[in-house]
């Protein structure tokens, strides 16, 4: 819970010092006690139940309430988003035939992607944009579902990496505005999803893009796709056998692409684990976080407990605490 008043909790020392003045209260009325003669009459008036500390009780938590409403408390919500625009920046390069993910990597993902196409609400605009030695849009933002799988499904894995090249094409459509009914342009709230399986080999730094997209306010969200482990295997061009070429995924880059844009980072190490990512990114996305004030419910708060403090008080002795 947030504040958009925060200094006004500086009020609820007040409770304290109540407390202390009640307790000092109850001091003075015992020792009025002692020097009183009729006991029994005493006894019977001010009773020794403990249910007499309540309505002063509940009129202190009134107090605590009414101060937390002046100091406007909020909370974040989830609440659907009803339209925006997605772009998948999929790896393409060489290494993404790496078998360290079933059936390879490259397959895995686009599998994984395809989940995240039929997840996504109709609503959604999603592209796809792939890079191996150059990023290439492969389909616009769209609501057809249709194109994109059939994009997905006409990938083929080859080349270097160009990661930051296709993050910066991947901001371009992101931010392609659209033309409403009314014939107004304007533009959706977007979101990149970046899968990668190694690191950036030529093109500009990622970083640099990652930047760009924190200035344009879209958050990336990363995935690496492999494990450490990872070796692509490959004909030896100088003779007969195999090359076998280490292919690890570079954590270090995506995790600071996506806290530099506020998205997060999600590791992969096989093909289960890249479908649940998806999934629930197709989810994520689709729900926007909001601040909703929720003062009403603590000023509330506090009249009820004055309410129940008083009604007490009258119910035991006839008079208010």
């Given at each position: 819970?947030?504040?958009?008043?925060?200094?006004?909790?500086?009020?609820?020392?007040?409770?304290?010092?109540?407390?202390?003045?009640?307790?000092?209260?109850?001091r003075?009325?015992?020792?009025?006690?002692?020097?009183?003669?009729?006991?029994?009459?005493?006894?019977?008036?001010?009773?020794?139940?403990?249910?007499?500390?309540?309505?002063?009780?509940?009129?202190?938590?009134a107090?605590?309430?009414?101060?937390?409403?002046?100091?406007?408390?909020?909370?974040?919500?989830?609440?659907?988003?009803r339209?925006?625009?997605?772009?998948?920046?999929?790896?393409?390069?060489?290494?993404?035939?790496?078998?360290?993910?079933?059936?390879?990597?490259?397959?895995?993902?686009?599998?994984?992607?395809?989940?995240?196409?039929?997840?996504?609400?109709?609503?959604?605009?999603?592209?796809?944009?792939?890079?191996?030695?150059?990023?290439?849009?492969?389909?616009?933002?769209?609501?057809?579902?249709?194109?994109?799988?059939?994009?997905?499904?006409?990938?083929?894995?080859?080349?270097?990496?160009?990661?930051?090249?296709?993050?910066?094409?991947g901001?371009?459509?992101?931010r392609?505005?659209?033309?409403?009914?009314?014939?107004?342009?304007?533009?959706?709230?977007?979101t990149?999803?970046?899968?990668?399986?190694?690191?950036?080999?030529?093109?500009?730094?990622?970083?640099?893009?990652?930047?760009?997209?924190?200035?344009?306010?879209?958050?990336?969200f990363?995935?690496?796709?492999?494990?450490?482990?990872?070796?692509?295997?490959?004909?030896?061009?100088?003779?007969?056998?195999?090359?076998?070429?280490?292919?690890?995924?570079?954590?270090?880059?995506?995790?600071?692409?996506?806290?530099?844009?506020?998205?997060?980072?999600?590791?992969?190490?096989?093909?289960?684990?890249?479908?649940?990512?998806?999934?629930?990114?197709?989810?994520?996305?689709?729900?926007?976080?909001?601040?909703?004030?929720?003062?009403?419910?603590?000023?509330g708060?506090?009249?009820?407990?004055?309410?129940?403090?008083?009604?007490?008080?009258?119910?035991?002795?006839?008079r208010?605490?």
């Open positions: 819970m947030t504040f958009g008043e925060p200094l006004a909790l500086l009020g609820l020392a007040l409770v304290p010092l109540a407390v202390l003045a009640y307790t000092s209260a109850r003075r009325r015992r020792r009025y006690a002692v020097r009183y003669t009729n006991i029994a009459v005493l006894a019977a008036v001010s009773g020794r139940s403990w249910t007499r500390h309540v309505p002063p009780l509940l009129l202190l938590g107090l605590a309430a009414l101060v937390v409403a002046l100091a406007q408390p909020e909370r974040t919500v989830a609440t659907e988003r339209e925006g625009t997605v772009v998948m920046v999929t790896d393409t390069s060489g290494s993404m035939l790496a078998s360290d993910v079933r059936p390879n990597r490259l397959t895995a993902a686009r599998d994984a992607a395809i989940t995240l196409a039929m997840k996504l609400p109709r609503q959604f605009r999603l592209g796809l944009v792939t890079f191996g030695s150059s990023a290439e849009q492969i389909v616009a933002p769209t609501t057809d579902r249709e194109a994109v799988v059939a994009g997905l499904r006409a990938i083929r894995a080859s080349g270097a990496t160009a990661m930051g090249d296709a993050l910066q094409l901001l371009q459509a992101a392609q505005p659209i033309t409403d009914d009314s014939g107004v342009q304007r533009r959706l709230p977007a990149i999803i970046l899968l990668s399986d190694g690191k950036k080999t030529r093109g500009v730094d990622p970083l640099e893009a990652a930047r760009s997209a924190r200035a344009a306010r879209v958050k990336v990363t995935i690496s796709l492999g494990t450490q482990q990872g070796v692509l295997t490959r004909p030896d061009p100088q003779g007969g056998g195999q090359l076998s070429e280490p292919v690890p995924p570079d954590v270090v880059t995506l995790q600071q692409i996506a806290r530099a844009t506020g998205g997060r980072y999600f590791a992969a190490p096989d093909a289960e684990r890249v479908r649940t990512i998806y999934e629930s990114l197709g989810t994520r996305v689709s729900v926007r976080r909001e601040k909703r004030q929720v003062t009403a419910a603590f000023a708060g506090a009249l009820a407990l004055i309410a129940a403090g008083m009604a007490l008080a009258l119910v035991r002795g006839g208010l605490p």
